[in-house]
């Protein structure tokens, strides 16, 4: 979400008495690549760009075919295929050894329904988005690059003449899996397509419990990476950069208030315990997938003694999304180190990764698209 914030600033900034623009996305991808589905470029005709498609192999001739799109003012998809490690081929100096396509669609700041004013229009709301685009076709009509959000299935089910049921069965596929996903359909005439079911998911919701200095650290890092941070704690003892770069500020008797949802992390770092026990019994029965409770595991096992004790039965221990210590194992010392192995902790918690050592996983790094 934070390089869609950024292509979205490049949009507004965007002279267009003097520019034209397209937006390049990664709409397929086979065996290894940097990117995956989703990954976008911004790109200007007078050769500024915002975003990107890989680790920066693709770049410079993405630049290229984007400025082919907005002359042409067409939609077009171009394949950049490494997988036979050819010397000729671009993106072979990084060692990608995969093969991905990306849809290059040029920009009309008139039209209001256009590809960025769409991402302007969900990136700032807390729900998972499916956005649908039709990657090809066997109709003589040059359909590529036409997207629908899922609130206008209907008007793809009437242009392809596909029954708005098959739509709706790919997108419930794709959010059952949580990857975007392409799939073929074909129509009553015999007529194929390749559709792209997008997901968009919203950046990440991290509240954090606590006013000491390693709130500071773990806020800066968070907000590195993009996400939307709530800071509950004695807030006169909270730094004015936290005040700049938090969603939300507050005192601790209004964490409990805040919302949470599938995206939503929750960091008690109050550094003391009847604090954190409080707040802990108020966010352990919600829907969230992450709950990090920095401390030793005694800790947590004092909490859990204390709940048998008023004869609440909270099995602390074995509760999926308590993270008691938080953090990844990775020997973290410092604050910023500390901040580090939780909030990459998060990230793996919340992609379903079990945060081991890349070398240690079977098959490859990402799960096919």
């Known amino acids: 979400m934070k390089e869609i914030e950024k292509i979205i600033k490049a949009y507004e900034a965007t002279d267009w008495t003097m520019e034209r623009a397209a937006l390049g996305t990664v709409v397929k991808v086979e065996e290894s690549s940097y990117r995956r589905i989703g990954a976008r470029m911004y790109v200007s005709s007078i050769g500024n760009w915002t975003g990107g498609i890989s680790g920066g192999c693709l770049e410079g001739d993405a630049l290229k075919r984007a400025q082919i799109a907005i002359n042409k003012n067409e939609s077009s998809i171009v394949v950049y295929d490494t997988m036979d490690d050819d010397s000729h081929q671009i993106g072979v100096g990084l060692g990608c050894n995969g093969r991905i396509e990306v ?19 969900i990136v700032s709301t807390r729900e998972t988005h499916a956005l649908l685009q039709i990657l090809n076709s066997s109709t003589s009509e040059n359909l590529v690059g036409r997207f629908f959000p899922q609130a206008k299935i209907g008007d793809l089910s009437n242009l392809i ?42 950046k990440i919701k991290v509240i ?103 004869g609440h039965h909270i099995d602390l221990e074995n509760r999926l999304n308590l993270h008691a210590p938080v953090g990844l194992d990775i020997g973290a010392e410092s604050p910023e180190e500390i901040a580090l192995s939780i909030a990459a902790e998060v990230v793996a918690t919340i992609r379903g990764r079990d945060g081991r050592g890349l070398r240690k996983r079977q098959g490859p790094i990402h799960e096919r698209d």
């Not at 039209?111 to 302007?120: G, I, Q, R, Y």
């Open 161 to 202: 003449g596909v029954q708005k049921a098959t739509i709706e069965n790919a997108i419930l596929e794709a959010r059952r899996k949580r990857k975007s996903r392409t799939f073929q359909i074909k129509n009553e005439s015999g007529k194929e397509f390749e559709i792209l079911v997008e997901l968009i998911h919203p």
């Open 208 to 310: 954090c419990i606590g006013d000491n200095y390693d709130v500071n650290a773990f806020v800066s890092i968070v907000h590195e990476l993009g996400w939307e941070i709530h800071v509950c704690g004695k807030t006169r003892k909270l730094s004015r950069d936290i005040f700049q770069i938090s969603k939300s500020v507050s005192e601790l008797d209004g964490a409990g208030e805040l919302p949470v949802d599938e995206h939503t992390a929750v960091i008690l770092m109050s550094h003391d315990y009847k604090t954190d026990f409080n707040l802990l019994q108020v966010f352990i029965n919600k829907d969230l997938p992450y709950i990090g409770l920095l401390g030793p595991r005694k800790r947590m096992l004092k909490m859990q003694a204390e709940l048998e004790e008023d």
């Open 103 to 121: 849809m290059f669609t040029p920009i009309n700041p008139e039209d209001k329904s256009n590809p960025v004013e769409f991402l302007k229009s």
